[in-house]
């Protein structure tokens, strides 16, 4: 441990529990006495305080670390701990409660593909649809709100690029953590105290390019740099990567738009979006829920811009969610839309035999269709095959509703059953501890043979055998009249075990309420039988089906047709 960073756990001494603590996020100090933590998601207040004095000592001491200037003329400070946290912090008088700090925490543990399959932030498919996109050279952005994990993600998507390749990535504060032999890191360096000095993102964007670069990774795109880094990436640059903050994947092109307009350039409107639309392929949005999860909630394709000059995505995989669960948890699920991107051919090219017309289907792995998503406007979509209707333009089948609300039931219900699986599986509460008997030392122990033994049991007495009894005679029917109706007689098929039961084909039409796709806390009007699960519709096997949730990824070998014969 270094002098320095000594002399600033002194000082941040009041939270240096939430420092050490791996479960905390992020340390938010309001103020001397204001101060927040956000720990698996979920922000809390807690019990600590600085003094006026003590928390502008610590600011200072974080600035004079970086060798930049902290004072009212230059009241705000972005830099990095020694531990790779970034902070971020402000001085009064423009922070009117106090000195405000941000400490954004760095995790030593590396997280992995494999991290948020488990965290449930994508699934297996769309992380093998990433990589797909990685191998094929697309350039793509990663949006999402402020504390979404876009930086988080962004280190995990880089790190699938091959190894042998050169990598030049470019920071305001250096977070991204790649083990790729070939990296070469850059980050950008504010102005010194008397404004000279300064290298911006623009500045290091046209170093990388003269310096052969087989990718660009840019940490986050805010300013008119994003001109040049779109300049790259229809220069011969493929593969770069990027994050901004956008919510959806068209806000996110409308915002690397406007970016370009800040750099001066002089170009007129159309020229600018063309330029936007080419350069990006693909769009990872990320979303920090309510409840604190962070999801993956669209892989979203870039299509040309329309006839009137607007841009065009298609959604790929979409995030729905379907409920919460009584603890607040939102409760949905990662699927395909059924849309098939236009880079797939190029994907199977790369070996990506997998990504067949069933990779993209939602009935391959039994799920309902997703309700809502974009599709292109006034373009061509190839659909999956549960979803060639949509080509006709014919609307979806009536069932599709009943599905939905089928597996909204189900899903409810599992999250019942987990939370009570889990209630089962607590474990007992320990036993009593054993009262100990002081024996006095005059009364000795006696020999085993002298102890007493535990008595026997009484033998078993057999019942008596009780009386038979004449058995009563059978009482006659009831008398009935020639209209009346006869008693209904009893239907044992419907009293048998449901698994003996035969299925027996009807023309019954089932109407679905819409109160069952609200998403309400009221009582349920659904039966309290659980509806039975999604059955997609049946067609051949593909041997080229992607793995289930959790398993390992297994690229299939491409089906070799027959060689036709020669008439």
Known sequence: MTMYTESLRAFLKPVLPYMDDEAVSEIMINGPTDIWIERKGRLTKVDASFTDEGLLGAARNMAQFVGRMLNEERPRLDARLPDGSRIHVVIPPIAR????ISIRKFFKEKLTVQSLMKFGSLTPQMARLIEAGIATKLNMLVAGGTGSGKTTLLNIVSSLIPDEERILTIEDSAELQLNQSHVVPFESRPPDKFGKGAVDMGDLLHSALRLRPDRIVVGEVRGGEAFHLMQA????????LATTHANTPTDTLRRIESLCLMSGVDLPMVAVRAQVASA???????ERLHDGSRKTIALSEV????????YRTQDIFVFTPVTKDEDDHILGYHAPTGIIPNFVSKARAYGFHDLDESFFDPAT???PPPPTFHAGESYTVRWAPSLKHREEGRPDPAHFKQEWAAFEQRLKQDARDAKAGKAAAAPPPPPAPAVQVQVPASH?????????????PPPAVKPATP???PAAPPRPPPAMDDDATPPPTRNPFAEAPEETRTAIPTEAKVEVSEDLLADDDGPSTVPPRRPPPFTPPSRAPSPNRPPAHGQPWARAAPAVPPRAGVR
Do not use: Q, W
């Open 303 to 310: 299509l040309p811009l329309n006839e009137k000059g607007d």
């Open 365 to 367: 792995y039994g799920l």
């Open 444 to 456: 000795p122990t006696p020999p085993p043979s002298a102890r007493a033994r535990p008595p026997e």
């Open 280 to 286: 990006i392929n693909f769009i990872i949005c990320c």
């Open 97 to 100: 409660k106090g000195t405000t």
């Open 467 to 469: 009386v038979a009894r």
């Open 233 to 240: 990436m229809n220069t011969g640059h493929g593969g770069s």
